[in-house]
């Protein structure tokens, strides 16, 4: 029985002396993340992925892609690819592999609908530089209780509040077309605040802006003793407020696969795609920039001190 191979196939037989055939991978199966090129076979209508070195990976149900990448996602269109700031190099790639006469170029091919190209919003996140040292006061207040019992009871917040309004200060040239969860880090301020996290929804659009906040303050109660027959006992609480300007950015990545459709079969396929990830591997390659602004104020409540009251032992607990 004589059995027909594709040229690609035959080819890697060839390079490394094997016999064996390319195995065949079941309906679930994702293509490695190691896999370089991907043919599309139209006799079989499936997917063979080969490594960085041309070796077989295996074949793959059309339904084959990288799996879901983490950060929020959509696909790519065809007006993106010009955007890419590497698109030379994977240009140069398949010039190398297969050639440059008589090709298309395109992301998401219907042929493949589940082994997609995507813009992905960098989980990384946005860690923001805030525009020289922040501006910090004190803001200190006689705090207000109930004398009962030989003591001064009184309630108030303890802990670090941030507050600001951030904008997209520059769109990306491909992003999201929809509203995606942004985290953001505001950096540490001496003797105010450790580092904050903190989320907000924003749409890939100038001139777009939210808040960007978190409470991170709880309720604490101070018992403060007052002598017998004591006029001048005073509570004094202390905010410590910061006046914070910052500026950050978030890298929209393209991932997945890049197709180049030939009008003539090369290495017996019309259709070979490459990973952008793997002929990309430095990010900036494949991304683009959302560039955000931040003005606000980080604040830490709850210092408190006492004048005029007693020598015996302020009693403080969360409630």
Known sequence: MMVH????????????????????????????????????DDVSKRLLAFDIKGRSLGSFPMTAGFGKRAGTCTPMTNNDIAKIPGLQKLRDEADKN?????????????????????????????????????????????????????????????????ATTTEVTQAASFGLDTKISVGFSFPEIADVSTEITAHSDFTNTQGTSNSVGADMRTLQRIEQPVDEGQT?????LTTKSCSITGKGSLKMIATGIFWF????????HRKWGLSMDSVLPNVDDR?????????????????????????????????
């Open 98 to 162: 297969w050639g440059n006469r008589g090709r298309n170029e395109v992301v998401n091919d219907p042929d493949a609908p589940d082994a997609p190209a995507n813009v992905c919003a960098d989980d990384a996140g946005v860690t923001m530089v805030y525009d020289g040292t922040p501006a910090c006061k004190d803001i200190i207040n006689q705090a207000s209780g109930t004398l009962e019992g030989g003591k001064i009871t009184l309630e108030n917040n303890e802990g670090v509040n941030m």
């Open 287 to 319: 991304a683009t920039v959302m560039q955000f602004k931040a003005t606000g104020n980080i604040d830490s409540a709850g210092h408190f001190a006492s004048s005029g009251c007693t020598n015996g032992t302020t009693i403080v607990t969360k409630v």
């Open 232 to 236: 001048n006992c005073k509570v004094m």
């Open 261 to 268: 459709e030939y009008k003539d079969i090369v290495d017996g």
């Open 5 to 40: 191979l594709s040229a690609s196939i035959l080819a890697f037989l060839t390079l490394t002396g094997t016999s064996l055939a390319v195995p065949s991978l079941p309906s679930n199966a994702l293509l490695p993340r190691d896999s370089h090129k991907i043919a599309f």
